[in-house]
């Protein structure tokens, strides 16, 4: 009874330590298991080590894959570039508001500009008819000095005026 015992308790340890070390393959394909240092060859002469993770063929795409140290390298250049180009793009939306703001501001000061030349232009059409009335008024009044001037002490200086 107890060789009956030990018997089952042999086939029993074994089984509990083959089983915590079970995988399965795909149809086809064999396990292996690694020791310290050692790599996995297939026939095509790709090698892979210890601690390599393999994928199915054509996993991901034709491209095939990447180390995770270039993956990670090319994560961070890319946030980087990102990080560049959200910058640039904050840059180029700053600069268009400051455009959009300093082509309102000319627009407007254009428009004053238009209009205080339309008010000059006005002011010198007045001034040259005021200076025209002036010159006139000033011939006027000439004549009418000449004419009391020709008139004698007594005579009525009200014919001199036109």
């Excluded at 090698?47 to 993956?71: L, M, P, W």
Aim: glycine share 6%; charged share 25%.
């Amino acid at each position: 009874m107890k060789i009956k015992a030990l018997a089952v308790l042999a086939l029993l340890i074994p089984t509990g330590v083959a089983a915590q070390q079970n995988f399965s393959c795909n149809w086809g394909a064999r396990g292996a298991c690694l020791g310290y240092g050692e790599t996995v060859c297939s026939s095509s002469g790709k090698c892979v080590s210890s601690d390599a993770v393999c994928f199915d063929s054509y996993q991901c795409n034709y491209e095939g894959f990447t180390c995770k140290s270039n993956f990670t390298e090319c994560a961070d250049e890319y946030d980087g570039l990102l990080n560049r180009f959200n910058a640039l793009v904050d840059d180029y939306n700053d600069l268009l508001e400051d455009n959009q703001r300093m082509r309102a501001a000319l627009e407007t000061t254009l428009e004053e500009l238009e209009e205080t030349q339309d008010a000059l232009s006005d002011a010198q059409s007045n001034l040259f008819y005021a200076r025209q009335e002036r010159d006139e008024a000033r011939d006027a009044l000439a004549d009418i000095v000449a004419c009391i001037d020709v008139l004698g002490r007594f005579e009525d200086a009200s014919n001199c005026l036109p």
